[in-house]
Each structure stands twice: as structure tokens, then as C-alpha cells.
């Protein structure tokens, strides 16, 4: 599933739109105490879980902790049919006290239309 989901979030055909861009929190996200991480996270996550179960959109997560020149925690893709959905979903991620506070570097964003996707049939 772990390695199955992502492949499967990218390649579907009813998902031609997609957004992707690193992310970085700030050093005081991590000395927060657990629980109010966990707390953040939640809020954070309800909101995307709302867009995905109403099948707005699907999101892949890399997580590259010390890998890339700028210390990016996570490389997002966010994709949906339609593209207005995905710069709402960004929009309300943004209201969160995670992004809103502890957001160190966000971008760039790389915004695209699917030109080609194989066919399994």
C-alpha cells in the first residue's frame, strides 16, 4: 500500500491537475511538545482529509529530511481534476497554526495539466 498509493495517486487519469512543491517548518515547530504537535498536525490533516474523502483531491507526501541543499522536510504533490480545488485546499491549509506559524520555507510551486498518462486497460 506504502508504495502502491503514490504510484496510483500520480497516474490516475481523473487527476490531470497537480501541485508540487517542498516545504520546510521552522526549528520551533520541533521543540513544541509533542502533544502540541500532534494537536497541529490534526487540525492540518482534517482539512486534507475532508478534500480527499469528498474526492477533491489526493496528495503524495516525500519526505526528504537532510537530502536536497535546502533541508526541505517534505516534497508535497497535491492532484485533483480541477485546479481551483487545489489553490482552495492551499488556501486553507494556510489558515492552520502549523503553516501559519511554523512554516519556515514553502516553494517554489510547480503547477501542471497532465499531457500524457499510460494506459493499463
Known sequence: WLLRRPVEAATLAERPWAVWYPLRRSGAFYRLPK???????????????HFGSAGYAADIRLECFGIDAAD???????????????????????????????RSHLGPFFVGHVLYQRDDA
Open 35 to 49: 502533544e502540541e504537535q500532534t494537536e497541529m498536525l490534526r487540525e492540518h490533516g482534517i482539512i486534507g482529509h
Open 72 to 102: 526541505n522536510e517534505f516534497i508535497l504533490g497535491i492532484l485533483s481534476h480541477r485546479l481551483d480545488w487545489l489553490s482552495k485546499l492551499g488556501k486553507e491549509m494556510r489558515s492552520t497554526k502549523q503553516t501559519g506559524e511554523y
